[in-house]
Every structure is written in structure tokens, then in C-alpha cells.
């Protein structure tokens, strides 16, 4: 079963940090380039960042660049999103998700999901 789980989400003070997961598991992510996206309540989930399958690309969302940073350990078979500087409107469910090759800011250009993990920033 071809599968993308994440982990590492919580709660956590502003100026906080936290480390996401994206682990896959049946199939091997080393050809796939990797987006996570948010979705906070009664919005559109959009791409906060993406690393291509080689690793040699990366992509932020403005609100978030200089403040998180995108990575792959192919080894392991996970790829991470450091969060670092935290802020309430950081507050959202986290999704990774794989698309062959080159990253895209399009949704229906990723082949595969995970279920999401909650992040929230409050005090």
C-alpha cells in the first residue's frame, strides 16, 4: 500500500518551533518531489513549501521564508519541514505530498497524500 504519514505536529507557544515528518511507505520517494501544504479552517489549503526529487530545488511561500526550511533524507524515506519563529497564523493541518520529478504549486498535480498533522500556535 502506497502510503505518506506525518508526524511532529502540536501545539506550540509563538516564536516556537517544531519539526514535521513525511515518511512514505511503500514505494521509495527518491524519484518524487515532495510539497507541504496547509489548510487552516475556512481556507484553501495552499503549498507552503516543495524540495525536488533531487533535492537541489526548493520552493517557500513568502509568508514563510527565512522561517522554515524544506529537507529529504532518501536514506530514510522522509522529508522534513523545520518550522522555526512560529506564529498563530502558522496555526493549520499540514499535508505532504509527492508528485514525480519537479515541484508544482498545483494540488492536482500530486499523486499522493498523507492524512495531515494539526499545528497550532497559541500561548
Known amino acids: 500500500q502506497l502510503q505518506l504519514v506525518e508526524s511532529g505536529g502540536g501545539l506550540v507557544q509563538p516564536g516556537g518551533s517544531l519539526r514535521l515528518s513525511c515518511a512514505a511507505s511503500?514505494?521509495?520517494?527518491?524519484?518524487?518531489?515532495i510539497g507541504w501544504f496547509r489548510q487552516a479552517p475556512g481556507k484553501e489549503r495552499g503549498r507552503v513549501s516543495c524540495?525536488?526529487?533531487?533535492?537541489?530545488?526548493?520552493h517557500y511561500a513568502d509568508s514563510v521564508k527565512g522561517r522554515f526550511t524544506i529537507s529529504r533524507d532518501n536514506a530514510k524515506n522522509t522529508v522534513y519541514l523545520q518550522m522555526n519563529s512560529l506564529k498563530p497564523e502558522d496555526t493549520a493541518v499540514y499535508h505532504c505530498?509527492?508528485?514525480?520529478?519537479?515541484?508544482?504549486?498545483?494540488?492536482?498535480?500530486?499523486?499522493?497524500w498523507g492524512q495531515g498533522t494539526q499545528v497550532t500556535v497559541s500561548s
Open positions: 505530498a509527492a508528485r514525480p520529478g519537479y515541484c508544482s504549486y498545483r494540488r492536482d498535480e500530486y499523486d499522493y
Open positions: 511503500g514505494f521509495t520517494l527518491d524519484y518524487y518531489a
Open positions: 524540495i525536488s526529487s533531487s533535492g537541489g530545488i526548493t
